[in-house]
């Protein structure tokens, strides 16, 4: 799961990646998730790492116990 930084309701930085507000709004609610390839611009962007938009504290657990 990732969630894009609110920063990307600025129509400017919205613009830049070509994107409407619909889009963005999706992203920013967690209803879709960009690709890897847009993850890369936004973080251009927004002048930050793709590292910084993804919150991996929110991972879920993973079992890892054999069946």
Do not use: H
């Amino acid at each position: 799961r990732c969630s894009v930084v609110r920063g990307l309701g600025d129509v400017y930085k919205r613009q830049k990646l070509g994107k409407d507000q619909a889009t963005v709004s999706k992203w920013i609610t967690n209803t879709t998730q960009p690709n890897l390839e847009t993850m890369m611009q936004i973080a251009k962007v927004l002048e930050t790492q793709v590292d910084d938009l993804l919150r991996f504290d929110e991972l879920p657990e993973i079992d890892t116990k054999v069946k």
